[in-house]
T-cell receptor, first 110, second 116 residues
Framework: KQEVTQIPAALSVPEGENLVLNCSFT??????LQWFRQDPGKGLTSLLL?????REQTSGRLNASLDKSSGRSTLYIAASQPGDSATYLC?????????FGPGTRLSVLP | EAGVAQSPRYKIIEKRQSVAFWCNPI?????LYWYQQILGQGPKLLIQ????????DSQLPKDRFSAERLKGVDSTLKIQPAKLEDSAVYLC??????????????FGPGTRLTVT
């Protein structure tokens, strides 16, 4: 069964800290992995997409890495800001099927 | 480029009533997904369409849920009759093929359903 887990479930940090969110998946035969952000009451916004042949992707203060062999991806957020407060979800792409993790709820305190 | 549109944004119904949700994907996206997201959990796939054909509906409770995508564009998801446990956010997404087997998903704002 293809399962995706995310650790931690929730995280609270002071503004300015660097932080790492973790995503683990059981089936390493992935096509790609996508990180999303979800604000309360809103849909999902795509942050980064890493293809299975890639090791990492960067966008501004965000860096996502992928290690297929160990079934892990990390999302690194540099110099966190209160506006980064949201739930972060990873989705693993198998064929045309996307399997989502439960998310990490991030609070960045001013 | 217009995003994925969904309506209504919010719906409150009593149990045993019926409800329908509408989704208009991004123009040109052949694949459309309906997800159910219960509070505190990640989205769970209900049904996936490729054009107007069903690719995966293995997690759709077919005794009460139905979905269609006529003409391969807009889609509707219906629940009849609703149960208390159907209270959730219903998300619609469409995907574009970037290269080879790589698809990127785009989500609508969701419909928050409350069943009382």
């Amino acid at each position: 069964k293809q399962e995706v887990t995310q650790i931690p479930a929730a995280l609270s940090v002071p503004e300015g800290e660097n932080l790492v969110l973790n995503c683990s998946f059981t089936d390493s035969a992935i096509y790609n992995l996508q990180w999303f952000r979800q604000d309360p009451g809103k849909g999902l916004t795509s942050l980064l997409l890493i293809q299975s042949s890639q090791r990492e992707q960067t966008s501004g203060r965000l860096n996502a890495s992928l290690d297929k062999s160990s079934g892990r991806s990390t999302l690194y957020i540099a110099a966190s800001q209160p506006g980064d407060s949201a739930t972060y979800l990873c989705a693993v792409h198998y064929g045309q099927n996307f399997v989502f993790g439960p998310g990490t709820r991030l609070s960045v305190l001013p | 480029e217009a995003g994925v549109a969904q309506s209504p944004r919010y719906k409150i119904i009593e149990k045993r009533q019926s409800v329908a949700f509408w989704c208009n994907p991004i123009s040109g996206h052949a694949t459309l997904y309906w997800y159910q997201q219960i509070l505190g959990q990640g989205p769970k796939l209900l049904i996936q369409f490729q054009n107007n054909g069903v690719v995966d509906d293995s997690q759709l409770p077919k005794d009460r849920f139905s979905a269609e995508r006529l003409k391969g564009v807009d889609s509707t998801l219906k629940i009849q009759p609703a149960k208390l446990e159907d209270s959730a956010v219903y998300l619609c997404a469409s995907s574009a093929r970037l290269a080879g087997p790589t698809y990127e998903q785009y989500f609508g704002p969701g419909t928050r359903l409350t069943v009382t």
